[in-house]
């Protein structure tokens, strides 16, 4: 995506939104994702990444997209990205996800608004009201009992 003064924000709130999806990938080990990349075995890649998605967000929100990449150097910590599509209400985010061994990060790389609005920061605050409405939020009778 062509970057713009309202990416870097977006990106933020899509990390933010996301991070504990990103978290529960990352106890995967890396080596299985990797063997799961290099034989395209992209079904059972989508079947993980929806695993990790379903405990937080509503189903269908958080997608594998069409693919990924891995780098593993010798001597290094490898790194896999996947490609991720979100889909909040009336939004859809194309987007990818890097896992390293300590962090993850997120690149999005094109957004999709069904109605966009001509102000940015419009769109950009129903980025991140959607998401928030898309998660699993535990009520207040959960957290007090």
Known sequence: MKKCQYTDQRERIVAQAISPVATELRLLDAADLIALLR???YGSIADLVSSAAELYFHPGTINF???????LEWGEAPEVTLDLELKP?????YAQLTLSKDVAGIEINHIAFANPSSDPNE???LLERNLQEARFLPSSREMSC
């Open 123 to 125: 769109n950009t605050a």
């Open 39 to 41: 034989f395209e075995f």
């Open 65 to 71: 997209g069409a693919g990924g990449n891995y780098r």
């Open 89 to 93: 209400k009336d939004i859809t985010i």
